[in-house]
């Protein structure tokens, strides 16, 4: 008789779990498929898409309760995600949770896998920033770029052929938002370095960063207009 009941408790134990792996299985698939029509521009702006991504949040949280490893990086990009639609709708403040909250999970998976997960943190850092400007925070802002920058020149000393593009692109960034901020002094290094770095992409592959040169160039010329020294050719050319 025990033997039968140990038998059927098995089984339902068994029925049990494939129907919770099933309902897990159906819930990361709408997560994904919400989160792919939101990249995607498939929803009727951000309001739906506010719902599509907290709703997928609610799903990779439970999941990266269970395997971190596995879930972690989608949580985190879900977060980013949030943040950027929540500056679109003006709620500033409840997109720095957000972005705080990525900032963390992607500093936490870095620190295990730096050459998987350093470059979203860096990234992620620079939403950040520009959040922190829009809520006055211009301090906390400066910070978070400046790390953005150390990062990305660590990846580009580390691999200068995967991310010297990438630095060059965040200097600019960072630079034209020091810029809009009134700050072209602390601008000015950033973008030269940027020019420099885009001419030596350029030199070696003009079709793949001549644009990138040209707009590197346009923000040396508005960081020298602000600074009251109109560029000449040679300075737009770093």
């Known amino acids: 008789m025990g033997g039968v009941q140990g038998e059927d408790g098995r089984a339902l134990w068994r029925a ?9 299985g159906r819930a990361l698939w709408r997560a994904r498929w919400l989160m792919e029509r939101v990249q995607l521009g498939e929803l009727a702006g951000a309001a739906e898409a506010l719902g599509a991504e907290r709703e997928a949040i609610a799903v990779y949280r439970r999941l990266a309760g269970t395997a971190p490893d596995v879930y972690l990086p989608e949580l985190a990009g879900c977060l980013v995600s949030l943040g950027v639609t929540l500056s679109e709708l003006g709620r500033h403040g ?22 998987r997960f350093l470059a ?12 922190l400007v829009a809520l006055g925070r211009a301090d906390e802002a400066l910070r978070a770029e400046r790390e953005a920058v150390t990062i990305y020149r660590r ?18 960034e960072v630079g034209t938002s020091l810029t809009g901020r009134g700050l072209p002094v ?8 940027a020019v420099t770095l885009r001419r030596e ?38």
């Open 94 to 115: 409840e997109a720095l949770q957000a972005e705080r909250e990525a900032v963390s999970v992607y500093r936490g998976l870095a620190a295990v896998s730096p050459e």
């Open 186 to 193: 602390e601008a000015l290094p950033l973008v030269v370095e």
């Open 120 to 131: 979203d943190l860096a990234d992620t850092l620079i939403n950040l920033g520009a959040t």
């Open 155 to 172: 990846l580009a000393a580390a691999a200068p052929g995967v991310y010297r593009g990438d630095l060059a692109g965040v200097l600019v």
């Open 201 to 238: 992409l350029a030199a070696a592959c003009p079709e793949r960063h001549q644009d990138g040169l040209a707009h590197a160039q346009s923000c040396l010329a508005a960081v020298l207009a602000a600074l009251g020294s109109p560029a000449t050719g040679d300075q737009a050319d770093g």
């Open 16 to 24: 049990r779990w494939r129907a919770s792996w099933r309902a897990r």
